[in-house]
């Protein structure tokens, strides 16, 4: 069994900065792709950004691109997303996910954790 928990939410002003932490236990996912999606009050959960097992490609949401920046630790079982230049629309739940094939950016993913929330303030 997977668990995925994610840490690192918050309030923060627009213009700052927030990383978020998603720590995997159960299983290593140092062969599985992962990702971090978002979903705002109303709205659709959508991928925001995507590693592959070995880290070397990644794909990001034209909303996240020169502003967010994905990457993980194997040796932690541990994804992160450092969040800069942060902007209001940014709010949302944040999830981390990891899907069972090592390439899959863009999913399917098969674990989920439970979010985290990310407020920015104007």
């Known amino acids: 069994q997977v668990q995925l928990v994610e840490s690192g939410g918050g309030l923060v002003q627009a213009g700052g900065s927030l990383r978020l932490s998603c720590a995997a236990s159960?299983?290593?996912?140092?062969?599985?792709?992962m990702g971090w999606f978002r979903q705002a009050p109303g709205k659709e959960r959508a991928l925001v950004a995507a590693?592959?097992?070995?880290?070397?490609?990644?794909y990001y949401a034209n909303s996240a691109k020169g502003r967010f920046t994905i990457s993980r630790d194997n040796s932690k079982n541990t994804m992160y997303l450092q969040m800069d230049s942060l902007k209001p629309e940014d709010t949302a739940v944040y999830y981390c996910?990891?899907?069972?094939?090592?390439?899959?950016?863009?999913?399917?993913?098969?674990?989920w954790g439970q979010g985290t929330q990310v407020t920015v303030s104007s």
């Open positions: 590693i592959t097992w070995t880290g070397d490609n990644t």
């Open positions: 159960g299983r290593t996912l140092s062969s599985n792709a």
């Open positions: 996910a990891a899907s069972a094939r090592p390439s899959a950016l863009l999913g399917p993913y098969d674990y």
